[in-house]
């Protein structure tokens, strides 16, 4: 059975930091497209971030381009968010999800297993 399970949210100051991690039972993440979603109260899903099986392609939304790192560690079988420059509108909840597709994607359709989230709080 397939477990994601995300940590590592939290309250921060804008301009803080924080790193998520993504981290999985039942399935080597390593041969999988992970994505990274977020979801605003009232707000639809939005992909923020994505690597692909071979780490060779990563994705980011405009909105985080140059403030969010995406990267993977194959020995913990983790994938990580790195979220530097934090600002209010990056509050919602944080979630992880594998795709068998190829490449990079930010669309939550095509992932199959989804982990329950994380929340992050950016507020002074």
């Known amino acids: 059975q397939v477990q994601l399970v995300e940590s590592g949210g939290g309250l921060v100051q804008p301009g803080g930091s924080l790193r998520l991690s993504c981290a999985a039972s039942?399935?080597?993440?390593?041969?999988?497209?992970i994505g990274w979603f977020r979801q605003a109260p009232g707000k639809e899903r939005e992909g923020v971030s994505c690597?692909?099986?071979?780490?060779?392609?990563?994705y980011y939304a405009v909105s985080v381009k140059g403030r969010l790192t995406i990267s993977r560690d194959k020995a913990k079988n983790a994938v990580y968010l790195q979220m530097n420059d934090l600002k209010p509108e990056d509050t919602a909840v944080y979630s992880c999800a594998v795709s068998a597709m190829p490449g990079t994607s930010n669309d939550p359709t095509g992932f199959s297993d989804w982990g329950p989230g994380t929340q992050v709080t950016v507020s002074s």
């Open positions: 690597i692909s099986s071979n780490g060779d392609s990563t």
């Open positions: 039942g399935i080597t993440l390593a041969r999988y497209t």
